[in-house]
């Protein structure tokens, strides 16, 4: 039995990784890497699976928006970067043999024409019990219903 492809948003502050730095990336494709938080790290590791679709969201950004939509392309997979001394990411208890970070790969499938910032996400009575949209929410991975998906990809292309 297959498995039901599932929806996700994906957070980035775009001067650290935008949209536009995906959508320029060799094949439009990039690791995930750098979550250093154990829920949305379980989403990479346990959940997400190739086929998934993800909105990608810019935070810390003015307005806050989301900007397209990813794919991804491969599964949940220790983050090299959490052994990296010289990277950002490093994690000195992490250890290769037993890794405590994952990433998954995306691969940019299109922008959206009209990015539905925050403020107009709130609007929208069909996406109040959004993840994105709760108190205190900063999951830089969090699931999106089928229900949150078709409105969102609605006013992203009509605005």
């Excluded at 995306?106 to 993840?131: D, N, Q, Y």
């Excluded at 999951?139 to 229900?147: F, G, M, R, Y």
Aim: glycine content about 6%.
């Amino acid at each position: 039995m297959t498995r039901a492809q599932r929806h996700w948003l994906v957070k980035s502050e775009p001067n650290a990784f935008s949209w536009q730095d995906l959508w320029s990336s060799p094949r439009r494709t990039t690791s995930w890497d750098g979550v250093r938080n154990f829920q949305a790290r379980n989403f990479l590791r346990d959940d997400m699976q190739v086929g998934d679709l993800a909105f990608f969201y810019h935070s810390s950004a003015d307005p806050t928006a989301i900007m397209g939509i990813c794919e991804v392309v491969r599964a949940g997979y220790p983050d090299d970067t959490a052994f990296d001394s010289k990277s950002g990411h490093f994690d000195p208890k992490s250890d290769p043999k037993k890794p405590t970070w994952y990433m998954v790969d995306f691969k940019a499938v299109r922008p959206l024409a009209h990015p539905p910032t925050l403020a107009r996400l709130r609007e929208e009575r069909g996406l109040s019990k959004m993840v994105l949209l709760q108190r205190g929410s900063r999951l830089s991975v969090q699931p999106v219903t089928d229900a949150e998906w078709e409105i969102i990809e609605r006013i992203g292309a009509n605005g």
